[in-house]
Structures are given as C-alpha cells and as structure tokens.
C-alpha cells in the first residue's frame, strides 16, 4: 500500500467516525450553506434555455409516441409504489415507501452507521442491490418526465412527498443508502435532472429548490469525501466523478461547486489511461461495464462541450474506440453480452437488457456528427440530451456497411463476421478474465457466442445475481455456464467470494488469420494447469464464408478426466435432436417462412455422449428463463479432442455428415471430413510447423482445408505451412512455411512475401 492510499484510506476511517459522532451530538459541520445565488449557467445538459424542455418532450411525443405512453404507464405505476428494479416487475412498497427494504426477500436493512452495514451479508441486509436501485431515485426522474408530457400534478406531488420521506427515513450517516458512494453519485444525478425537468414547474414550493440544492451539497461533500480510489477504482470511480463534475457545474450556489467540478472532470480525463485497454475495451472484461463507463463518459463530454469545459483530444480519441467496440459488436444484431451485468443504467434504467446495449451509438454519432456509429433505432436519452439534432441525425439514410471480422487483441476479443449468406457473428472470447482479481469477470476463457440473421444462438448466461442465499452468483459466472470446455467439473478459476477469484486462466492467442473467404483462430488457457494432473485446453475456430462453423477443441495433459464441451443456447431457441445432429430453431413464428436455424454436428465417430439438458439465462438482473444447453462429454485419458461443426441452415435436408478422417489417429495430427450429397470438405489440424501424416494425407500445416464437387479439387485453405500431398502428389507447396493460403475457381491470395505454388490436377479418386 503506497502511502497516498494509506492516507486516503485512514482520512476516510477518520471521517466515517467524526460524522457519526457529530450526529449522535446533533452537530452538522459548518461548510453546509449556499452562496447568494447566482444566475444559472446560460447552457446546461438540456440545453441552451429552459424552453428546451418543452419542446423536448414535444419531440419525444412526435418521434417515439411509445416511449411517451410507457414513461406515463410507468408513472402511474410509481403513483401507486409499484416498481420496475432491476429484472424485477411491480414490486408493491405498499402506502408507506420503506426505503430499507428488499421487497423480493423480505429482509430489512438495520438503521445503523452506514459503515457498520455488511451489505454483501445476505441475511443482514437481503440483496442490497434492490434497495439500492430504488434509491438511486430514477423514478422521481420518471415522474418529472411524465409531469412534462402531461402536465399532470399528481406527478409533481408523488415526487414532492417521495423526496422528502426519503430525508426523513435517511438521516446520514444512517442506513444502507449512504454505504457507497456510487449509489449517491446516482441519486444526485437524478436530483439533478429532476432539477432542470420541473424548473418551470409552478407546483413546487418555494423552497423546493433551495432544499434541493442542500441535498445535492450533501451529496457532494460525501462523494468527495469517499471517493473510490483505492476501494473500487473503476466504474464507481467514474460514477462518482461524473456527478461530482455535474454538481459542480450545474450549481454554481454552492460553495464547493468550482473544487467539485475541477476534481471531477481531472479523474475522467485521467481514468480512461489506467480503466480503458489501448483498442477501447474496458478493463473488466464485462459488456454490461463497458457500456456503463462508455455512458458516463459521454454525458461528461456532452456536458463539457454545453458549457465551454475544454476537451483533449485524447479523450474523444477514447471515446470512439469505446464506440468502436460497441459497433462491432452489433454488426449481427443485438450486441452479445459477456462478463457482470450490473443490471443499472445512468439515464434509463428499464434499457437494462443486452439489446439496449447499443444505445451509446446514438449519442455517440449525434456528438460527433457521425456515420460510423449507428444505433437501431432513435433513442428517447438522445432526444432529452441533443433536441432536434437527435432527429435529423436518424433522419439520413444508415449507410451501407461491409461486415468485416476484426480483433480487439488487447481486450481480447474476436469477432469473426460474415454476411455471404446473412449477417452472421461469432465472438470468441480470449482475453483476461478481468483486472487485478477479476471481480466482473467470469470463468470463461476461450467462451463463443453467435448470432445469425438476427438470432442469437450461442449466448452469455448474464448475471443473475451479485448475492443469494444459494450462491447462484458462481453458478451463472461459472465455466459450466459458458460455451466453453470444462474439467472436471471445476472452473477455469478459482471463486473467492462474489467479487473476487484466484488461480486466474492465461489465455494465449496463438494465430488469427482473416483470409478472402476464411477465417482462423487458435487459441489457449492453463486454467487447468493446477488440477494435480494438468492440462491445457486449446480451441480452434475455422470457418468458410457463406458456410460452416468449425471448433475444435484440445485437452492436452496426462491422466483421466471428465470433459464437458458445452453449447447454451438462447431461450427463445428449441434443440431436437435428429438424425445424429441437433437441429436449434427459433420458437418465435414471427418468420415462419424462412427461419434461420443452426445445426449443430458432434464428430459421428466420437466416443462422446451427447445429450441436450436444461440451464438458465439472465436478460437482466433479479430474472432468469430456462434455455436449453447441449452437453457433449466424456471420461477419458488424455490427450483428447473434441470436434464440433456449426452450421447455419433454414431446413434440416441435405445438412450433411460429420466425422474424423476413417484412419489411426496419429498423435500430432487429426483429420475430419464434412460430406453432403453434393461435396466433401476434408479438415487437418496439427501442432507445429512439422511433417504430419494422416492416411493419404500428408504436409506440415497447422490447418489445412480441401473442397471437393464431383470429385474436383474446388478449394484449398492453409494456415501456417509450408506443403500439401496427397496421395505423394505435392499440390500446394512453398519453400518456406506461410502464414496462410487460399484457393479456390476465382481467388488466389497469398498471406506471405514468398509465391506458393498450386499444382492443376483433380482428384478423380479421393470420394469412395
């Protein structure tokens, strides 16, 4: 611990005690006052006069009447204390709002110092993480929002008695609201906001603003007190920021405001350095974070540039890679998640589901005026933040985009794109599991997710939750909720506690080729090199544009294990099982026509079972749906392989088979052979640049592929080699290995300074 932490940390045990002592006494210390008040800034995050806000809420009736009638619905509902939080609906508070309770489990957090709290004690307090998003006062903006769409009194009256029970039930430093600093940076956002929404509201009473203010000073003063710079230095870290830089830039009154705002806008423009990987992935390996530090940071710079704050160019530099990776992500359809779901937003908090995720874009292409970020659809926190300027950015025409598979190597995630057919996306999974202990991150090394046409197929389990009675926690960021390989029955790390784990996997990329008409990854992790007989699990991913999907995977070691090759599939999705594949197809009629399905086919000559069971997916937290998971498994000695063929496909005829090679496997080496009525696709992979056999087979590249219509050689694709035979006839050769080659009637690219050769003969013979 260097010594600014230490002197960070012991300030703040010093503070925690003062502040209660001077509660017991019934002294508050002398710096809570306002300054005689000032005019208000000219510009705000609503705009450039207080007539915006009208005319905001116009345009949201105009563009998104739907949105409209959900935040009334929603108001109504909040009119009667019936809650939407988190993945939880209609939670009844009853006359009376208890702020401390935990509805779902019935439990009560105790009236004490909040520093005497054990929030993460689930039979202390139940799940903190309901109380808290109820306290994080969204609603009351909800309120203000339908008080401007309607007019409506009986809004401005519910927030007006919620506001002030809440001071009443909340005296600091007492109860589980004041446990994080994060939680009310959140509340003074929404304070904030409900601030500017109801300025023109005649409802209010004169002392409204002025009690207003004193909260929000409060707040200040606490979040820069315990700021989480040593405690929890990454989303809490920024959260805090953020409202400190609000604070201080909306409320000139207060006294504090200048060192507020000063001290806020440094941390976010300092964090990003040390928080965001150098290829725009944020350090915790979780989309749900990412996107949570992306919208922090993009209200802090639509704030800054509202106001004249001067922005560096390296910080917008930052932004539009964290974009970046949100586009990416989206180019097949909903963004697939990965890592914790926090299940909280900072502007909406019903957009709390993996499709929401690219909502960023569309703040991120009205700030910066561009085409490269594109959301679905138009955004009601657009319209509220940039007016007019949201609607005529979604009025152009979305421009025409080539779907490229690309890598985040840092962050370690690969995309591997493709829309030959229909837009198609795999994202593999090969980064650190997290920062430090990896607190957001889960066991899912080498993890895949894929989406086609639309559909997610391969998916995330999500989150779930954070506590539980019954440790589900591990359970939904466990190995066996991932699409991965398992040992043992054990996870790629090992969990200690809800935020933490040791043993922490290395992943290895060891090749990522993006070919003409190919794509291939390798890839390794040794988080099951401290079982007491160790073993290495390695993947391969190969696939043919417009075609398969194929994975292999290595577990390479001594001694007998179980392996579990598992395949979770979406909830809306049902897997049968026919003719020695498993066929998975949308349960949604809303395509009957023509819905993209996915055929999933196991090595036909495998000892493996395979078996199709049942697991459980969180779209958001507090809620989970059963989703149907395939398992293929085997006890066996090691070294063993498992090889899976993926393949995209609207009807079940003619999908084909899948096998190894009817040869002796040969150590080093392993052949499979896909086969339909109108082809056959032979596939090599092999461990190093050396000399491999493999029945007629034979050349030194780690991967090699072979397409054959009517007994022709129709196309070749090899990684990392040098030569191919068959048969003794050498037709593909190089004097030195290369990175990678393809063939086929009308390409030829060549990955390599040198000129590979390709022989011109047909195989008359190769298909019995």
């Not at 190894?660 to 109108?678: A, F, L, N």
Request: one cysteine or more; hydrophobic letters at 40%; aromatic letters at 12%.
């Amino acid at each position: 611990m260097s010594w600014a932490e230490a002197r960070s940390r012991i300030g703040q045990e010093t503070s925690k005690r003062l502040d209660s002592t001077f509660y017991r006494l019934g002294i508050w210390p002398q710096d809570a006052r306002i300054l005689s008040r000032p005019a208000r800034p000219a510009s705000c995050f609503l705009g450039s006069n207080r007539d915006q806000v009208a005319h905001r809420a116009a345009l949201l009736r105009t563009h998104l009447p739907e949105e409209a009638e959900n935040i009334i619905r929603e108001a109504d509902n909040i009119c009667r204390h019936q809650f939407h939080l988190l993945g939880f609906e209609k939670l009844d508070y009853g006359p009376e709002i208890d702020w401390h309770f935990d509805p779902v489990h019935g439990k009560r957090s105790p009236l004490k110092p909040w520093f005497k709290i054990k929030f993460l004690d689930f039979q202390e307090v139940g799940d903190h993480k309901i109380i808290w998003e109820l306290n994080r006062h969204q609603h009351l903006v909800t309120l203000a929002k339908a008080w401007t769409l309607t007019g409506n009194r009986a809004y401005t009256s519910e927030l007006l008695h919620q506001w002030y029970s809440w001071h009443k039930a909340n005296p600091y430093p007492l109860g589980i609201n004041w446990a994080s600093a994060l939680e009310v940076a959140f509340r003074s956002m929404s304070w904030l906001w409900v601030r500017y929404l109801l300025a023109e509201c005649p409802d209010l009473p004169a002392t409204f603003d002025t009690d207003l203010l004193l909260a929000l000073q409060a707040h200040g003063r606490y979040v820069e007190r315990y700021l989480s710079t040593y405690f929890s230095p990454n989303t809490h870290l920024l959260g805090e920021a953020l409202a400190l830089f609000f604070i201080g830039t909306l409320c000139p009154e207060i006294a504090a405001a200048q060192r507020w705002r000063d001290k806020g806008w440094k941390i976010l423009l300092e964090e990003p350095d040390r928080q965001v990987r150098p290829d725009g992935v944020y350090f915790e390996q979780a989309l749900y974070y990412h996107v949570y530090a992306l919208d922090f940071f993009l209200h802090a710079r639509h704030l800054a540039s509202e106001t004249g704050c001067p922005v560096p160019q390296q910080f917008d530099n930052m932004l539009k890679k964290m974009l970046d990776v949100v586009q990416a992500l989206s180019e097949a359809g909903s963004p697939e998640g990965f890592g914790d779901d926090d299940g909280g937003r900072l502007f909406n908090p019903r957009r709390n589901q993996v499709e929401c995720m690219t909502d960023p874009l569309a703040l991120g292409s009205i700030l910066y005026e561009s085409d490269d970020y594109r959301a679905p659809s138009l955004t009601e926190e657009a319209i509220w933040l940039f007016g007019d300027k949201a609607f005529a950015a979604f009025e152009k025409p979305s421009p025409q985009r080539r779907m490229v598979s690309k890598a985040f190597e840092s962050g370690g995630i690969y995309l591997i794109n493709d829309n030959a057919t229909c837009a198609q996306q795999m994202m593999i999974d090969a980064g650190p599991q997290g920062t430090s202990r990896s607190g957001h991150g889960h066991a899912d090394a080498l993890s895949i997710r894929l989406s086609v046409d639309g559909q997610r197929f391969l998916v995330d389990p999500g989150t779930y939750c954070y506590i539980s009675p019954d440790n589900e926690r591990d359970s939904f960021r466990g190995t066996g909720a991932h699409n991965t390989l398992r040992m043992d029955g054990l996870d790629q790390a090992i969990p200690e506690g809800p935020f933490a784990w040791s043993s922490i996997p290395n992943v290895k990329v060891e090749t990522w080729v993006n070919g003409e008409s190919f794509d291939f990854f390798a890839g390794n992790h040794d988080g099951y090199r401290r079982l007491p007989d160790p073993v290495l699990h390695r993947r391969i991913v190969f696939h043919v544009k417009g075609g398969f999907w194929f994975v292999r995977d290595v577990a390479e070691g001594l001694g007998s294990h179980l392996l579990e090759s598992l395949w979770h599939f979406a909830p809306d999705i049902e897997v049968k099982e026919e003719e020695g594949m498993l066929l998975a197809m949308p349960r949604a009629a809303d395509r009957p026509q023509q819905r993209a399905g996915l055929a999933l086919l196991p090595d036909r000559n495998s000892k493996w079972k395979t078996e199709i069971a049942e697991s459980f997916v969180s779209r958001a937290y507090g809620s989970k749906q059963r989703s149907p998971v395939v398992r293929v498994s085997v006890n066996v000695t090691l070294p063993e392989d498992c090889p899976v063929m993926l393949l995209p496909t609207t009807l079940p005829s003619d999908i084909g088979t899948f096998a190894t090679v009817d040869e002796t496997p040969v150590r080093g080496v392993r052949g499979y052979r896909y086969r339909t009525s109108r082809s056959s696709e032979f596939l090599f992979s092999a461990q190093g640049n050396i000399p491999w056999t493999c029945g007629p087979w034979t050349g030194d590249a780690s991967f090699l592929y072979c397409k054959l219509e009517s007994g022709r050689f129709t196309r070749v694709i090899m990684v990392a080699g040098s030569f191919a035979e068959w048969r003794g006839r050498r037709f593909v050769s190089n004097p030195s290995a290369i990175g990678s080659f393809e063939w086929s009637d009308s390409l030829l690219e060549n990955h390599s300074p040198e000129d590979a050769l390709l022989s011109d003969f047909e195989f008359l013979d190769l298909v019995p």
